[in-house]
């Protein structure tokens, strides 16, 4: 039997939860489990359903979306994040990145593309809007001393890691990686555990951005 995606809705705006569980318990293989009303109840919530994903508002009371990301993944048994908002400032953008979340996307996104972004990064594959990461990258290009220090990271990782984490930045799932480099899965698994590591980051989207910081994508 197929396992079940348990997902925590966070969101100040009790409509927008209501519509989000409709969409989502409606999705095969997706069930939500519980609601929050802002970062704080987000803590409790987690402590008590135990979500595979957390889909995340930004702007609430009391604790915001960033820090309850921060928070959430810090945690020794973390969900995964992905933060849901109308906010696409580039602020938002890279901090909800740099808390630890695993996708970034806008309220106005189609539900079919909200239902896969809860499927993949629940299956370890980030997810950001198209236009979010265009910014994104934008914004982390231009940043002064970006480009050295992401280089100088990735100079510690030996040359099939290298390969792995540039194949990671092009957005390849586990699979695709593994066909395109000869790989088992198994080894794709450990290179991107022992990329993570040796880089001192969270997930595959900090990944990509410390690739493109680099010029290397």
Known sequence: MARVIRVLLVDDDAMVRTALSMMLDGAAGISVVGEAADGREA??????????????DVRMPRVDGIAATRRLRALVRPPEVIVLTTFDTDENIVRALRAGASGFLLKDTAPARIVEA?????????ILSPGVTRRLMER??????AHER??????ALT??????????????????IAREL?????TVKAHVSSVLAKLGLENRTQVALLVHDAGLA
């Open 43 to 56: 803590l409790g919530a987690v402590d008590a359903h135990a979500p595979d994903v957390v889909l995340m």
């Open 118 to 126: 809860v499927t993949r990064v629940a299956a370890g594959d980030p």
């Open 140 to 145: 982390t290009a231009s940043q002064a001393g």
């Open 150 to 155: 992401a280089a100088a990271a990735l100079a």
């Open 159 to 176: 040359p099939r890691e290298h390969e792995v984490a540039l194949a990671v930045a092009r957005g390849r799932a586990n699979a695709d």
């Open 182 to 186: 000869a790989m088992g899965l198994t």
